[in-house]
């Protein structure tokens, strides 16, 4: 026998048992969204690698540590780790600012990371997301919000925490970005070597950090003022008020985390996260903001955009799992060309039906009808002789023997 091949760590099959929870993600979306005016958007999977550089930001983590890039005939290329910079793209290219705004679409899809692996973290998994172009008016981050609350909501999903907060203007940040440096640099020492080497390059990253020591940095009262303190303008903080009054309005509860930053470089203005309390640490289950200045960077007119994405792995391990449907009908028949009419008859009709391709045992059919069939379609001597078919109920064993034309309508 030859040696097996396994799958690659940071990946999993999605088997045919997992299946129909993944189609009630998908659907669930398509039918939430389309009620909000989004329209679907299938972007490649690998694209330039130039595009994440620029688009998702060469300070982040994802594009110094977790792309998986290859070369084509001398082009580098990278598997997306994620889908707002390949829709910005598309946005641009397909000429979509001259449709009048708000232009709003959606995606689902596989993303790639190379992370390291662990429960509610894989180097290959899904999200699904939203993106809306063209609208600078804080009522597009409270609709994109709402949207996503209401999500989830229609998947069933209530015990969830949703955390706001505004990262300025590019204007107004860097005097933030300038006091954090200088507030955090008699600590620099004791940072983690992850945010020693944050500290010039993206030193509002350093507030998003994981780890226990630089946390306790985070708390000390001269260092934690100037975290707290409203460093954003005034056009910035009439924005952010006006979003927070509108989630008002509509009933959406949220709490504002002065550390919440994100970690793609794109964002201004509005950040947010939407967190399960039944996650355990990977508890992120949305991530999102505004991005008023990536079209522009990446070659398109100036436009301004918000939007979020949710990983749907962690989605379906908050939510029970859907079992899948059982076939309409199993025919019970040694009468293989008289199953297979009757068998396509109905599968015409639109009825999922199967029978025993190998003609076993009568009883060992019946068995497996009741395992796979919401119905029997016994097709014995006698029917196929008086043209008839008995109806087996296989939840209340209720049979009936009617005409070959009337089985449709007993199913
Ligand atoms: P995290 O803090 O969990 O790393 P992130 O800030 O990198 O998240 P985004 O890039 O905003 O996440 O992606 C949005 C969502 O996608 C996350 O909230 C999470 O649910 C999901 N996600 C991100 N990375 C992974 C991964 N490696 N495996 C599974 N899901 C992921
Ligand atoms: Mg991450």
């Known amino acids: 026998m030859s040696k097996i091949i396994n799958v690659i760590k ?15 993600l998908e659907s669930v979306a398509l039918d939430v969204f ?28 994802i594009v110094n540590k977790e792309m998986y890039t290859f070369e084509k005939s001398d082009r580098s290329l990278t598997l997306r780790p ?30 790639f990371r190379y992370e390291r692996p662990q429960a509610g973290r894989q180097r290959q998994f899904h999200q699904v997301g939203v993106e809306m172009f063209g609208i600078e008016q804080p009522t597009a981050d409270a609709e994109v919000i709402l949207l996503a609350v209401n999500y989830l909501k229609s998947l069933g999903l209530n015990d ?23 507030v955090l640099k008699p600590e620099f020492d004791n940072l983690c070597e992850d945010c020693q080497n944050r500290y010039e390059r993206n030193p509002l ?51 504002e985390n002065k550390l919440l930053v994100r970690g793609l470089d794109y964002y201004n203005r509005t950040v947010f996260e939407i967190k399960s309390n039944n996650l355990g640490s990977q508890n992120a289950v949305c991530g999102g903001g505004r991005y008023d ?5 990446l070659g398109g007119e100036d436009t301004p955009a918000v939007g979020w994405a949710m990983g749907m792995e962690r989605l379906n391990s908050l939510l029970p799992e859907v079992e ?17 009419m ?56 209720e049979q009936n023997t009617v005409k070959e034309n009337e089985v449709l309508a007993l199913l």
């Not at 020591?213 to 903080?237: G, L, M, R, Y």
């Not at 009908?329 to 060309?337: E, G, I, L, R, W």
Request: with cysteine; aromatic share 8%.
């Open 205 to 255: 990253r350093l507030l998003d950090c994981k780890v226990e020591s630089c946390k306790e940095i985070f708390e000390k009262p001269e260092i934690k003022k100037v975290i707290q303190s409203d460093f954003i303008c005034e056009d910035c903080a009439e924005h952010f008020s006006q979003l927070k009054s509108y989630l008002d309005t509509m009933g959406v509860r949220y709490s």
């Open 324 to 340: 899948a449907e059982k076939l309409d009908a199993y025919v019970v028949s040694n009468f293989p060309k008289e199953a297979f």
């Open 342 to 397: 009757l068998a396509e008859k109905l599968r015409a009709e639109g009825k999922s039906v199967e029978f025993d391709l190998t003609n076993k045992k009568f009883t060992k059919q019946l068995e497996k009808a009741s395992k796979v069939a919401n119905f029997a379609l016994i097709l014995g001597e006698d029917e196929i002789k008086s043209g008839t078919v008995s109806v087996k109920n296989l939840a209340t064993s």
């Open 82 to 111: 994620e889908n707002t910079a390949g829709v910005v793209r598309s946005f641009i290219e397909n000429g979509m600012s001259r449709l009048s705004a708000p232009v709003k679409l959606w995606y689902h899809g596989p993303m």
């Open 160 to 182: 969830l925490t949703v955390e706001i907060n505004s990262l300025g203007c590019p204007t107004c940040r860097e005097a933030y970005k300038a006091k954090i440096k200088e």
């Open 10 to 24: 940071g990946t999993k099959d999605i088997l045919p048992k997992d299946i129909p929870s993944w189609h009630r």
């Open 34 to 61: 389309s009620r909000y005016g989004y329209k679907e958007i299938r972007t490649p999977i690998f694209e330039a690698t130039e595009l994440f550089a620029r688009g998702v930001g060469d300070t982040t983590d």
């Open 293 to 297: 200045r990536l079209v522009r960077n």
